[in-house]
């Protein structure tokens, strides 16, 4: 497996000097490995600078301990965070996470998503790509409450704004929709928008820009990153 080195920083001093890429690599990784217990107004990119981040104190998610996992917690109210990086000129990418939902929603909820393509749990308690014009491709399982699951989405423009989505999760492997209507890739919003709030802990967030990945590295992604959190 690829080893990528850290750069230093303030927020992740206490950081191994490395951690593992995934098999397929990815561009950007927020992972929430040693930040105070408390409200955390930004998350450091441990492979390339991009700032995920929320000024606003009272949207601001929770870090602590859970199962013995670092992560965020998001109070499905308002809590969010978003990148500081302009990312529009992309027209595909591939977004994983490693979540844990504390409620199943009665509504969609969004993980993560960019460009009108979002990674989220559905009314259905499914995981799932949620495209901005309603179309969906869901998993067969369903979610439960407080537990753990490596989830990953991916999308690419085609002509006249049509697009291919893919998705892919602990629950279900890798499909591929081909009929989604895709924007362009704009800043990077962690855990929800609007009223579609994530409720629940995010662990570890990355995105590889400029490519999709195929069902088999998708695949491949999903099942290294439940090795290296034992999921």
């Known amino acids: 497996m690829l080893v990528t080195e850290i750069p230093t920083s303030s927020f992740h001093a206490d950081l191994p000097l490395y951690v593992p890429q995934v098999p397929y690599p990815v561009t950007h990784r927020w992972v929430a490995d040693t930040p105070p217990d408390g409200s955390v107004a930004s998350l450091a990119d441990v492979y ?12 601001q998610p929770v870090a602590g301990t859970y199962d013995g996992l670092r992560g965020l917690d998001f109070d499905g109210v308002n809590d969010q965070l978003t990148t500081d990086d302009n990312l529009s000129a992309v027209t595909s990418f591939t ?10 929603p009665v509504a969609n909820r969004i993980i993560l ?8 749990i559905t009314n259905a308690a499914k995981l799932g790509l949620i495209g ?3 179309t969906f491709l869901l998993g067969a399982s369903s979610v439960v ?9 991916g999308a690419t423009v085609g002509s006249a704004g049509a ?8 629950l279900d492997l890798a499909a591929t929709n081909s009929s989604l209507t895709y924007v362009a890739l704009c800043s990077l919003t962690i855990a929800g928008a609007s009223t579609a709030y994530f ?7 990355s995105i590889a820009i400029g490519t999709m990945h195929s069902e088999a590295q998708m695949n491949a992604n999903v099942a290294a990153l439940e090795a290296e959190y034992g999921i």
């Not at 977004?95 to 199943?104: D, E, G, N, R």
């Open 113 to 120: 998503g960019a460009g009108g393509v979002y990674m989220g």
């Open 199 to 205: 409720d629940g802990v995010i662990r570890d967030v």
């Open 48 to 59: 390339g600078g991009v700032v995920a981040s929320q000024a606003t104190g009272a949207n």
């Open 95 to 104: 977004l994983y996470a490693v979540i844990k939902p504390s409620v199943i």
């Open 145 to 153: 409450a407080g537990s753990w699951y490596v989830a990953a989405l």
């Open 163 to 170: 697009a291919v989505g893919r998705f892919a999760s602990s």
């Open 132 to 134: 901005s014009a309603g």
